[in-house]
Nanobody, 121 residues
Framework: QLQLVESGGGLVQPGGSLRLSCAASGFAFDDYAIGWFRQAPGKGREAVSCFNNENSRTFYADSVKGRFTISRDNAKNTVYLQMNGLKPEDTAVYYC??????????????WGQGAQVTVSS
């Protein structure tokens, strides 16, 4: 059974850092582009970052470019999202997703359970 399990969320002050992890199991990890979406209260789910498994290219939403970094460890079947310079507007539930190379969140095949990230002083 395919599973995506996020960890690493929490409460952090503005300007702080967090690292999210997404551990995958139950499927051929190498076959999927895995990335991150987020959903803030009262808003729709939006793409944050995606790691293309075929060419190792990365995608970032404009709002997080230069602050967030996605990486992938195929040996551990895990994808990471390093978040630096966090802002209150980054507050959201962050979801791991496979396949993240989609034009709409509705097209994502598999979701993790979500990890809450709260940026507040």
């Amino acid at each position: 059974q395919l599973q995506l399990v996020e960890s690493g969320g929490g409460l952090v002050q503005p300007g702080g850092s967090l690292r999210l992890s997404c551990a995958a199991s139950g499927f051929a990890f190498d076959d999927y582009a895995i990335g991150w979406f987020r959903q803030a209260p009262g808003k729709g789910r939006e793409a944050v970052s995606c790691f293309n498994n075929e060419n190792s290219r990365t995608f970032y939403a404009d709002s997080v470019k230069g602050r967030f970094t996605i990486s992938r460890d195929n040996a551990k079947n895990t994808v990471y999202l390093q978040m630096n310079g966090l802002k209150p507007e980054d507050t959201a539930v962050y979801y791991c997703a496979a396949d993240c190379l989609v034009t709409s969140p509705d097209m994502v095949k598999y979701w993790g359970q979500g990890a809450q990230v709260t940026v507040s002083s």
